[in-house]
């Protein structure tokens, strides 16, 4: 994606194959930091202080993890180590444990190999997250077209929440591969931007991307989507995932689970745009999956810029006891379809099932 008519992806590499590159994502859209990753606690950093973030990109940082580690290790018990680390800078999104796992069973097949069997998955799967987007962005834009054939008066209108876009992706994003892939087919699109408190990833992130790419969008405060719907000013809902369990249940961004719950009670489509490796067949159902607890700070500060710096600013009294959960679960029956790289399904085990046996 471009960023001022350059072109960019979320992390790329030195040439020299050294250390990676990311964008700093905390610091958008006042700045656009570029900032270096030289080994595997710079990658866990990165990932849990969310410099980077979104399931497919968490999992792509932490493929180039275990490759920078394996610069450094000097046998698989220490690199196993590294592994398991990693694995814990966050809980929810599955493609971290995903990626991770896959590296280290193919370098546990042949350890004196390691950097090159690391830096090959690495660079594979941040290639095939690319296609993986687009492909996602395909099936996408056959709903969207269809929503436009039956209406083709006024843009299609779609609501997102958090950014399930490039930035949480390498390219085109999730959920918003098919707005991209819609507005360059010429379909008239407007999105409605979920602020997505507390760190305001819609109003950073997917409106800076949005804009950048000259899709029509407005930014609301998280609370007014359900307006929208009974007001009928909402087509369609387009949201990431970070893991899915075999039963179709997502989690995704907190605030999500009240969306699809406006969404069912207006009949607007809910769809969940998401890779194969962002679903976690070993887990039932979204009970079992694991909610990210983060800092109280982050709730109780918001972050802008002033006079040419960015603050961070406190809105609560000292001392009020504040929680943070970061993700919900939105139930498979509030849930339209499974928009995924290999075809749109419904959100049910049998579908999924069908999916990853193909
Ligand atoms: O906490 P974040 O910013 O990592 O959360 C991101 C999301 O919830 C995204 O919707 C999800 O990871 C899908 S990204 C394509």
Redesign the pocket.
């Known amino acids: 994606l471009k960023i001022k008519e350059k072109h960019f992806h979320s992390i790329w590499k030195d040439q020299e194959d050294k250390f990676c590159q990311i964008i700093d994502q905390r610091q958008l859209p006042h700045k656009l930091s570029i900032h270096q990753l030289h080994n595997s606690k710079d990658v866990f950093t990165a990932i849990r202080e969310?410099y980077v973030?979104?399931?497919?990109?968490?999992g792509v940082t932490a493929a180039y993890g275990i490759y920078l580690a394996s610069l450094h290790t000097d046998s698989l018990a220490e690199l196993n180590k590294v592994a398991d680390y990693l694995k814990t800078a966050?809980p929810?999104?599955v493609n971290l444990e995903w990626a991770v796992d896959l590296l280290m069973e193919k370098i546990s097949e042949d350890y004196d190999s390691a950097q090159r069997i690391a830096l090959e998955e690495a660079n594979r799967i941040r290639t095939e997250s690319i296609a993986e987007c687009k492909s996602i962005g395909a099936h996408g834009l056959k709903i969207i077209e269809e929503i436009y054939k039956r209406n083709p008066d006024r843009p299609v209108q779609i609501l997102t929440?958090?950014?399930?876009?490039w930035l949480?992706?390498v390219d085109y994003?999730?959920?918003t591969a098919p707005m991209y892939l819609a507005h360059d087919a010429g379909i008239p699109i407007h999105v409605w931007v979920d602020e997505t408190r507390p760190?305001n990833?819609g109003a950073r992130i997917t409106a800076f991307e949005l804009g950048q790419h000259g899709i029509p969008h407005t930014l609301i405060v998280d609370n007014v989507g359900g307006l929208l719907m009974q007001q009928k000013k909402v087509d369609l809902a387009i949201?990431?995932?970070?893991r899915t369990a075999r039963n179709g249940d997502v989690a995704?961004?907190i605030g999500?689970y009240l969306k699809a719950l406006a969404a069912c009670d207006n009949d607007v489509p809910f769809y969940v745009?998401?890779p194969l490796s962002?679903f976690d067949l070993t887990l039932d159902s979204g009970v079992q999956i694991p909610i990210?607890e983060r800092s109280p700070t982050e709730v109780e500060t918001v972050q802008g810029i002033l006079n040419g710096k960015i603050e961070k600013v406190k809105i609560s009294p000292e001392g009020t006891p504040t929680l943070n959960l970061?993700?919900d679960i939105t139930p498979a029956k509030f849930v339209t379809g499974l928009i995924t790289n290999k075809g749109t399904i419904k959100a049910n085990e049998k579908e999924i099932l069908k999916l990853f046996k193909q």
């Open positions: 969310m973030r979104g399931a497919p990109l968490i966050r929810t999104a929440h958090c950014n399930a876009g949480a992706c994003g999730t959920a760190r990833q949201v990431g995932s970070d995704n961004k999500t745009a998401l962002t990210e970061g993700f």
